[in-house]
């Protein structure tokens, strides 16, 4: 009697699934957040009202809880939710569905057989939208609004061994503002911040969404090009440096001109880390600032 | 009064409790297999009883020739009670986010991968240490409540156990293993630890199962 109304009060989804993933109990949190009442879904295949849910991973779950009896916890990072409820939107959170941490165990008979498991669904949109607030902080350039050095190279080295593992290609572009010094020297440095954004936004609108720009240094940047091999990255490069000498940028009613330096790289056999793929795009910008400036080089 | 660790269970208790490891672990990688999809391979498992202070060195001991380590640990209650420690040399997670997550819709662009290397762990940890130590227990006429696995990657064995996990005036049976799952290039080593206090009724346990072999 006591255990029956908890069931109904907690503040948390509890569904009870026999052998064939029917519905044995949905509770009272589950009907508010789900709109489908208990009395609907009952000895029904959860998958009729959720098909989410037949998917390898919480099927192999599944399987295992009855098979062994054990615990089964289905965090937020990688599963994101098990049930797609609609959630109250959050200040600055983009989250479409309630994001959710899911546990799932065993219920036995008198006999200790496992006949039934039980899942658990609570809500952490909230912490998670201030999980992915802080992110944001601390993977960003306050400047300019692209991703920050630190960010850049975890990346970096994470996509390296990507590559490493599954011999996807992978470009690097560095890249940096020609005389950057002289336009802070001339028109300021509220100028010269004004350009590094307007730089950083160009650039940024000329990559594509799976790209990674960050800046890297005072006007220096870092494009980590994914899936692309050398000519692709040069083509990319080359777009880049074009579309900036082409740009005026209009500071408080001066317009400003200015150009990139870049060097490319990619992952290629002599190429055994993630540093000797920088060093090597390092390089190559070099080079392009002693032929000249506003060019590309690999 | 110093405590008489190698008493805390007899030969023969030893030897039966061997045995029953054996068949649980056994059941356990063919349910993995046929249940789950999962082939793993698990070695004879060894039994050794040693003062709980010396646990912490003897599984660094253990796992030293893997250099850095991915480790994942959790906690089990019943009337057998204690920590199970799953232990690969670094990198094990990465070679199987592609075992466990094979043709799921799983985004790779929004989550790092050190994060799927984890959540990955805490899947595989979840799953092998639940089978052996559930199909244990199960033999044993126990039913246990498990923690949330917490898996921690690149790690010195040093630094991933705790000195304080451990009743240091306890007696620890270590339960161990080896682990390798099959068509994958991954390996690693299970270690189930349940102190004096579960001693008792092990005891009890095993007798039981004793005197119907009798």
Redesign the interface.
Known sequence: MIFNQIFDMVNLGLVILDKEYRVYKWNRWMELHSGIEAEKITGQPVFDFFPNLN???FL??C???F???????F?Q??HKYFFPFKTETLIGSTFEYMQQSC?M?PL?DAD?NIQYIFLSVQDVTEIVAYEKQLFMLSVKDGLTGIYNRRYFE??LK?EF??HL?YRRPLSLIILDIDFFKKINDKFGHQCGDFILKEISRTISNNLRK?DILARYGGEEFCCLILEAQLPSALIIAERLRKTVAESQFNFKGTLIKSSISLGVSSVQNEINSSEALLKKADVALYKAKENGRNRVES | MKADHSSALSTEQKEILQEVMNIAFGKASADLADIIDIYVALSVPNILIMPASKVKNYIENEVKDYGIIDIVKQQYWGEFKGIAFLIFSSGAGKKLISLFQKNENLSFDSEPIDAMEKETLVEVGNILIGACVGKLAELLGDILTYSPPVAMIEQKPADSISKNTFDLNCTAIILKTVFRFENEDVCGNLFLTTSNKSIHWLKKALNKILDEYE
């Open positions: 998917n390898p991973s192999r779950n399987k295992s809880v098979t062994f009896g054990n615990f089964s916890f965090s990072k990688l546990t165990g036995r200790n975890r990346r994470e061994e990507r593992r799976i």
